[in-house]
C-alpha cells in the first residue's frame, strides 16, 4: 500500500497511525546534485546522470550486477561527499535498511553499514546529509547516526527520547547549520543535536501540532518547517521557541523555499502562497495547482517551478503568482522537488514510464529517461 493511501485512508496521524506505517516505506524518488552529476535513488536503481544530456553515467546495481548486502529499493536522496556517494538500501519486506558507499566515479561498491553479519538498521525515509567530513541520517525508528563517509564507520549514533507516542520516527530530511544539526519528528518535534557527538542542544524539543515529515528549510538563524496541523512554524534555531505560524488549507509537508524576501510554500490541498518573513501572504491569492503539493517548490531567478501530485510541473511569476505555463507528466505523480542543474530544470516521476524528465527553464522538454 502506498503511503499516500494510508494517510488518505486513515486522515490523522495518531499514535496507531504512526505504528502502522512504521512498516510502510514513502514510494517517491530521492535526488541530489553534486558536482554537475544529478544522482537519482529512484527506487530500483541509483542513478548518475549528466543533468545537460541526460546519458546515465553508472546505475546501481549495475546491469547484470548483484548488489549484495545493498540489494532492495532505494528512494532516500543520496549523500555526496567527496569520493562517495552513500545510499541507503531498504529491505522491501522487513523495512530493514543497509547504509552503502558508492565510488563517486564509477559507482562500485566500497562499503555496507552495518555489515552484513550484524543487524541492519530501521527503516531510512530521510534523505542523507553532508557537512564535508561526516553522512547523516536518521531513521524511521528514532536512531540519528553519523558515519564517515570513506570507511561507513560510525563517529555516533543518537536514540531520541520518546514523547509518549512510541518511538521518535524520523521522515524528515535533517538539516545543518554551524554546530547544530535538526530533526524532524513524526511524533510533532524538532530536536537538535550537536553535530560532533549527537548530544540534544536546546532545553526542550519544538513541540508542533502535528507530524513534521518532509524537509525543513534554515534561512539564517530561522528554522522553517511544514506540519501536519496545516501550519508552517517559523522557530529559532538557536533557541528552539516559536517565532510565529501560517495557517494553511492542508497539511504542509515540506518546508519553503527561500527567494530573497519571499518565502514560497505549498500545502496538500493544492495551494501555493509567497509570503513575507513575518508569515504575511505577499500575493493577492494563491496560486491553485491541480493535485496537492507535497514537494517544496523550485525557485530559480523569478521564476517559481512547483510540482504537484497529479502529475504536473508549473512555472509561475514569483512577483505575483501568475501561471506561465504547465506540463504534463501523468500517469507519473510529482512527489519530489524539482531541482536546478546544469540549466535544466529536472524532476522525477514516481510511476509512469519515464525515471527522469529535464526541461529547459522555460518549460521546454530537454530530455527524459525511461524506465
Same mark, same amino acid.
Given at each position: 500500500m502506498?503511503?499516500?493511501?494510508?494517510?488518505?485512508?486513515?486522515?490523522m496521524?495518531?499514535?496507531?497511525?504512526?505504528?502502522a506505517?512504521?512498516?510502510?516505506?514513502?514510494?517517491w524518488?530521492?535526488?541530489?546534485?553534486?558536482d554537475?552529476?544529478?544522482?537519482?535513488?529512484?527506487?530500483?536503481?541509483?542513478?548518475?546522470?549528466?543533468?545537460?544530456?541526460?546519458?546515465?553515467?553508472?546505475?546501481?546495481?549495475?546491469?547484470?550486477?548483484?548488489?549484495?548486502a545493498?540489494?532492495g529499493v532505494?528512494?532516500?536522496?543520496?549523500?555526496?561527499?567527496?569520493?562517495?556517494?552513500v545510499?541507503?538500501?531498504?529491505?522491501?519486506? =522487513?523495512?530493514?535498511?543497509r #547504509?552503502?558507499? /558508492? *565510488? !563517486?566515479? %564509477?559507482g @562500485? $561498491?566500497? &562499503?555496507?553499514? +552495518?555489515?552484513?553479519?550484524?543487524?541492519?538498521?530501521g527503516?531510512?525515509?530521510?534523505g542523507l546529509?553532508s557537512?564535508g567530513?561526516?553522512?547523516?541520517?536518521?531513521t524511521?525508528d528514532?536512531?540519528?547516526?553519523?558515519?564517515?563517509?570513506?570507511?561507513g564507520?560510525?563517529?555516533?549514533?543518537?536514540?531520541?527520547?520518546?514523547?509518549?507516542?512510541?518511538?521518535a520516527?524520523?521522515?524528515?530530511?535533517?538539516?545543518?547549520?554551524?554546530?547544530l544539526?535538526?530533526?524532524g =519528528?513524526?511524533d510533532?518535534? #524538532?530536536?537538535? /543535536? *550537536? !553535530?560532533? %557527538?549527537? @548530544? $540534544?542542544? &536546546?532545553?526542550? +524539543?519544538?513541540?508542533?501540532g502535528?507530524?513534521?515529515?518532509g524537509a525543513?528549510?534554515?534561512?539564517?538563524?530561522i528554522?522553517?518547517?511544514?506540519?501536519?496541523?496545516?501550519h508552517?512554524?517559523?522557530?529559532?534555531?538557536r533557541?528552539?521557541?516559536?517565532?510565529?505560524?501560517?495557517?494553511a488549507?492542508h497539511?504542509?509537508?515540506?518546508?519553503?523555499?527561500?527567494?530573497?524576501?519571499?518565502l514560497i510554500?505549498?500545502?496538500?490541498s493544492g495551494?501555493?502562497?509567497?509570503?513575507?518573513?513575518?508569515?504575511?501572504p505577499?500575493?493577492?491569492?494563491?496560486?491553485?495547482?491541480?493535485?496537492?503539493?507535497?514537494?517544496?517548490p523550485?525557485?530559480?531567478e523569478?521564476r517559481?517551478?512547483v510540482?504537484?501530485?497529479?502529475?504536473?510541473l508549473?512555472?509561475?511569476?514569483l512577483?505575483?503568482?501568475?501561471?506561465?505555463?504547465?506540463?504534463?507528466?501523468a500517469?507519473?505523480?510529482?512527489?519530489t522537488?524539482?531541482?536546478?542543474?546544469?540549466?535544466?530544470?529536472?524532476?522525477?516521476?514516481?510511476?509512469?514510464?519515464?525515471?527522469?524528465?529535464?526541461?529547459?527553464?522555460?518549460?521546454?522538454?530537454?530530455?527524459?529517461?525511461?524506465?
Open positions: 502506498s503511503l499516500r493511501n494510508i494517510l488518505k485512508g486513515l486522515g496521524l495518531t499514535g496507531v497511525v504512526l505504528a506505517c512504521s512498516g510502510a516505506p514513502p514510494n524518488p530521492g535526488m541530489q546534485v553534486g554537475q552529476t544529478l544522482y537519482v535513488a529512484d527506487l530500483d536503481h541509483v542513478l548518475a546522470v549528466d543533468p545537460q544530456s541526460g546519458q546515465e553515467r553508472w546505475r546501481f546495481p549495475p546491469k547484470n550486477g548483484n548488489a549484495g545493498c540489494g532505494y528512494h532516500a536522496a543520496p549523500a555526496v561527499v567527496a569520493e562517495r556517494v545510499i541507503a538500501a531498504e529491505n522491501p519486506g =522487513t523495512g530493514e535498511s #547504509l552503502c558507499g /558508492l *565510488d !563517486r566515479e %564509477s @562500485a $561498491l566500497q &562499503w555496507v553499514y +552495518p555489515p552484513a553479519e550484524q543487524p541492519p538498521l527503516p531510512i525515509f530521510a546529509i557537512d567530513t561526516q553522512v547523516f541520517v536518521g524511521g528514532g536512531w540519528v547516526i553519523a558515519l564517515d563517509p570513506e570507511t564507520q560510525p563517529r555516533w549514533r543518537t536514540r531520541l527520547p520518546e514523547a509518549g507516542r512510541g518511538a520516527r524520523i521522515w524528515s530530511t535533517p538539516i545543518l547549520s554551524g554546530t544539526l535538526v530533526v =519528528t513524526m510533532h518535534r #524538532l530536536l537538535a /543535536l *550537536d !553535530r560532533e %557527538s549527537g @548530544a $540534544l542542544r &536546546w532545553p526542550a +524539543p519544538f513541540q508542533a502535528g507530524a513534521i515529515a525543513l528549510t534554515l534561512d539564517g538563524e528554522l522553517y518547517a511544514g506540519a501536519f496541523d496545516d508552517l512554524y517559523a522557530v529559532d534555531l533557541s528552539g521557541q516559536e517565532r510565529w505560524r501560517f495557517r488549507s497539511w504542509v509537508w515540506d518546508g519553503p523555499a527561500v527567494a530573497g524576501d519571499r510554500v505549498g500545502d496538500m495551494k501555493v502562497w509567497a509570503l513575507d518573513r513575518q508569515g504575511r505577499l500575493w493577492a491569492q494563491p496560486f491553485q495547482a491541480n493535485g496537492p503539493v507535497r514537494a517544496r523550485l525557485v530559480v523569478d517559481v517551478y510540482a504537484d501530485e497529479a502529475g504536473w508549473h512555472l509561475l511569476n512577483a505575483d503568482g501568475t501561471k506561465v505555463k504547465s506540463v504534463n507528466l500517469p507519473g505523480r510529482l512527489l522537488s524539482p531541482v536546478a542543474a546544469a540549466d535544466r530544470i529536472v524532476v522525477a516521476p514516481t510511476g509512469g514510464p519515464f525515471r527522469v524528465v529535464a526541461f529547459h527553464p522555460d518549460l521546454r522538454e530537454a530530455w527524459k529517461l525511461a524506465r
